[in-house]
Nanobody
Framework: VELVESGGGLVQAGGSLRLSCAASGLTSDTSAKAWFRQAPGKEREFVASINYSADVTNYADSVKGRFTISRDNTRNTVYLYMDSLKPEDTAVYYC???????????????????WGQGTQVTVSS
């Protein structure tokens, strides 16, 4: 299974970006997916997650109301729409996938089995 993120870049505060994560090698896309991020000198933290049917989503408090996670199972792709970006959103953003079919959308790293290589998001003030 391979996860490839794209869409990162440099944006001014208040701007928007859309991250994409394309999955390959999954025989059926019944997995929950999530985005995590890691800022310099900090531990990786949860950002958002979505279950396989997209009717369960979870967000970190710091991004609630600004970020939206969605998925297109026909394309095996999960998205993260980021609006009203702040300098503190600067981080490497990682996509993760869970190989266990379930209804929930976990918010902790240990529940995810596959990880992308990360994409850099830099928000300038």
């Amino acid at each position: 299974v391979e996860l490839v993120e794209s869409g990162g870049g440099l944006v001014q505060a208040g701007g928007s970006l859309r991250l994409s994560c394309a999955a390959s090698g999954l025989t059926s896309d019944t997995s929950a997916k999530a985005w995590f991020r890691q800022a310099p000198g900090k531990e990786r933290e949860f950002v958002a997650s979505i279950n396989y049917s997209a009717d369960v989503t979870n967000y970190a408090d710091s991004v609630k109301g600004r970020f939206t996670i969605s998925r297109d199972n026909t394309r095996n792709t999960v998205y993260l729409y980021m609006d009203s970006l702040k300098p503190e959103d600067t981080a490497v953003y990682y996509c993760a996938a869970d190989r266990t079919p379930r209804y929930t959308a976990p918010q902790v790293e240990v529940e995810y089995d596959y990880w992308g290589q990360g994409t850099q998001v830099t928000v300038s003030s």
